[in-house]
């Protein structure tokens, strides 16, 4: 209670200073007298016609409805007249929503449609993409793509300090597609179902965009701005004319079926352990409100998760891998806290996960959504005991209050307690983060400007309650940040303290001790009338970071001397940078004793060249090199990747890193090859396989996995895992250390 009592007033404290600051800028708190006119789009009930859905814009009913256009340019040229002409028709039935879309293209042949694979990107292809803000909040939206292939993608849409985009997120619907000589069409079907939206309303948030790949055109419905587009609901038209849509009782049960086999080598005792299983579970989704959605999990299984990249760590610092299983994603935009501003009070991986390898999750249950202006996250987690490794409970609350038209206030509370080994004698650990965010943000800032604002504290109670030798500043960190992400200008600066104890026990942080200032500035033009340069980037980042005593300990400066980009879609650039660094220690950079640096002030200049072609060739390719001073040394860098897409559906591509360290009367190298064999037959048959090798750990590794979308929500995935170590001190070359397959069937109920 004294805990949370302290950082509440000093919370308390630090926020009603801050807005003393903030509120006389003109733009925050204040709900400006111009409304912008929106566009709008009508939604035509269908009242019983039945639609041959095949991707043929054809149907009477389809051509008496109005085509809704008028499209213009975000690039290359602002505001401009699109080369191609769209247009757009959205019909509705008590059940569905439907969009038919005709794409005119003036060259078909050169339509752009490599990808197949559900929710790849489409950097390389034509597409055509919108979102629904199905409250019309102007916050958080429902993201939608195809490709003239079929592919489908989709994601949510959560703005504030920053538009986040959440393509993890699978949603329930399908998209016909067909190219002829007129360009491309499609016809989508969207159930009520799949979304969340208020049935009181006839009125959501909707725009569009479409892309042209071999012009690299960006065309926009509304909201054609560069700092504007899709990923901003606050930019989005509107759809009208929606009557009584339904969403069924919204219960959605989820059960699986899964059988998995695997094989482990025993170095210890010179032997292979061999194991087979076979399992249920299941996932039950219900709609409280149309808001709010509570989900259980019981026995979950995350067998058909693809394998994190490899990366080689030469830094002081851990890193960073991103969530990648499905019942961690959904809903993880309400989760997110204090965005772009570095901090990781609550990061899904430490649950779950131990370096990597899975512990068994027994159950879960989530509460998720909104009750008019107030975002809510419940999450609770209970996992299983796996070798010396006891039961664990997470809990994990965020709430959330929108206010004024952009900005927001929030806590993010966060509970782990580990079980205790009785026979031992060890207590129960419970370890509890508290945190709260502010965010500020108006895009009528000086008339049309994006201005943002956010402020964070975070504190966390001793490891054991026993422990009074440290602080709550000593526990915590606090931080804020100013951002104005406009174009051709943008600039930020940031500032956080970060006390020397803090560890939060369900969140992830790199380094402790430190105060750090963050200025950045950068300049993007586009040159509208040049036939061969879209845009030229400059610009200057600095970061200044010393100890909590004000001790100068890192030092970056770092100018971005042109980042070139193309009209034909290459692109170019050129980077220096001067870094600073004071070593207070030893630092061991393989682990293993070979190359140690040792304490000492440190400073190097370095530069850094970058190329790349246009991705929508059959053949694409990238280089990076890098050189800089490292520690007592150098460090130069290579980085490689080719891409070849012969055909539409196979996509192969490769990537290599080298690196190259001279150290006082030391020195090696490090080398990582990556492989990535992509197979898509249709949007809903898929292929992959995923080949990794670096010479640190010496481990060859491969990742395969098959995927059949039978129909949307029902799908059989097959993986298979094989491990390789490369044994040299023994001369034992590639014997496997691991290999393991799964089924997983998986199938979804809807009423």
């Known amino acids: 209670m004294n805990f949370a009592n302290r950082f509440t007033r000093i919370l308390t404290s630090a926020f009603y200073l801050m807005s003393l600051y903030i509120l006389p800028i003109p733009g925050f708190g204040q709900d400006s007298n111009i409304e912008n006119d929106l566009k709008e789009i009508i939604g035509y009930p269908i009242n019983g016609i039945e639609l041959h859905m095949d991707g043929i814009v054809d149907e009477a009913f389809w051509l008496t409805i109005p085509g809704n256009g008028n499209f213009l340019m975000q690039e290359p040229k602002e505001g401009g007249e699109p080369t191609e002409r769209t247009e757009v028709r959205v019909a509705f039935d008590s059940k569905n929503l439907y969009l038919a879309v005709v794409c005119f293209d003036s060259d078909p042949s050169d339509i752009k449609a490599f990808q197949k694979k559900r929710d790849a990107s489409l950097e390389t292809d034509d597409r055509f993409r919108w979102i629904f803000d199905t409250f019309m909040d102007k916050r958080r939206a429902y993201f939608f793509e195809i490709n003239p292939s079929g592919l489908r993608g989709d994601g949510l849409i959560s703005s504030g300090q920053g538009q986040t985009l959440n393509k993890d997120w699978d949603g329930i619907w399908q998209a016909w597609t067909y190219i002829g000589d007129f360009g491309w069409s499609a016809e989508i079907r969207i159930p009520f179902r799949s979304i969340n939206f208020d049935a009181k309303s006839e009125v959501w948030g909707i725009n569009f965009q479409r892309t042209i790949r071999r012009n690299n055109e960006e065309l926009l419905w509304t909201g054609h701005r560069r700092n504007q587009g899709l990923l901003r609901p606050q930019n989005a038209g509107i759809l009208t004319g929606l009557v009584d849509p339904s969403q069924g009782i919204g219960l959605e049960i989820v059960p699986y079926a899964i059988a998995q086999s695997s094989k482990e080598y025993d170095e210890e005792n010179d032997e292979s352990i061999n194991t087979t299983s076979a399992d249920l579970g299941f996932d039950i989704n219900y709609n409280i409100t149309s808001q709010l959605k509570a989900s259980f999990t019981y026995n979950t299984d995350f067998a058909q998760t693809e394998v994190d990249d490899r990366q080689i760590n030469l830094t002081r610092f851990p890193l960073r891998f991103p969530e990648k299983r499905d019942f961690f994603l959904e809903g993880s935009s309400i989760l997110q806290f204090a965005p772009r501003s570095g901090v990781d009070p609550y990061f899904s991986r430490r649950i779950g996960l131990v370096d990597g390898i899975p512990i068994p999750i027994k159950y879960g249950g989530r509460l998720i959504g909104n009750i008019e202006k107030n975002n809510i996250a419940l999450l609770h987690v209970r996992t299983g005991k796996k070798g010396e490794l006891n039961p664990e409970s997470f809990t994990v609350a965020r709430y959330r209050r929108d206010f004024w038209k952009e900005s927001s206030i929030g806590v993010l509370y966060t509970h782990r307690s580990t079980e205790s080994d009785l026979l031992l004698g060890n207590p129960v650990q419970n370890r509890n983060t508290l945190g709260a965010d502010l965010t500020l943000s108006t895009s009528e800032f000086l008339g049309d400007k994006v201005l943002q604002f956010s402020a964070f504290f975070i504190g966390h ?116 940078s001067r870094n600073f660094e004071l070593l207070d220690e030893n630092f061991d950079i393989l682990g293993d004793g070979s190359v140690i640096v040792a304490p000492g002030e440190y400073k190097n200049w370095g530069y850094e060249l970058e190329a790349s072609s246009a991705t929508f060739r059959k053949v694409s390719g990238s280089i990076a090199y890098e050189d800089r001073g490292f520690w ?71 990742n395969t996995r098959f995927r059949w979308i039978i129909t949307p929500g029902t799908d059989i995935f097959f993986v298979y895992n094989h491990n390789w170590l490369n044994n040299t001190e023994l001369n034992q070359r590639f014997f496997t250390i691991q290999q393991g397959g799964a089924m997983k069937v998986v199938y979804t109920y809807r009423f």
């Open 632 to 702: 007592t040394g150098n460090i130069s860098s290579l980085e490689l990747g080719l891409t070849i897409r012969p055909v539409p559906g196979i996509n192969l591509a490769s990537a290599y890193r080298h690196a190259k360290v001279t150290a006082e009367n030391s020195g090696f190298n490090t080398n990582l090859f990556q492989l990535d064999l992509g197979f898509d037959f249709t949007p809903d048959i898929s292929l992959s396989s995923i080949i990794q090798f670096d010479d640190v750990s010496e481990v060859l590794g491969t």
């Open 461 to 576: 109670n001793p490891d054991s309650p026993l422990d009074d030798s440290t602080s709550l500043l000593d526990r915590s960190v606090r931080g804020l940040r100013f951002n104005f992400p406009n174009q051709p200008w943008s600039a930020w600066v940031s500032y956080r303290e970060f006390g020397q104890e803090y560890d939060p026990a369900v969140g992830f942080n790199r380094r402790n001790g430190f105060k750090r200032l963050q200025p950045a500035i950068n300049y993007a033009p586009l040159f509208e009338n040049s036939n061969v340069i879209r845009e030229i980037e400059w610009g200057i980042y600095y970061e200044y970071l010393t100890s909590l005593e004000n001790e100068l300990l890192t030092e970056n400066l770092r100018f971005t001397l042109g980042e070139i980009r193309f009209e034909s879609g290459e692109s170019l650039g050129v980077e220096i």
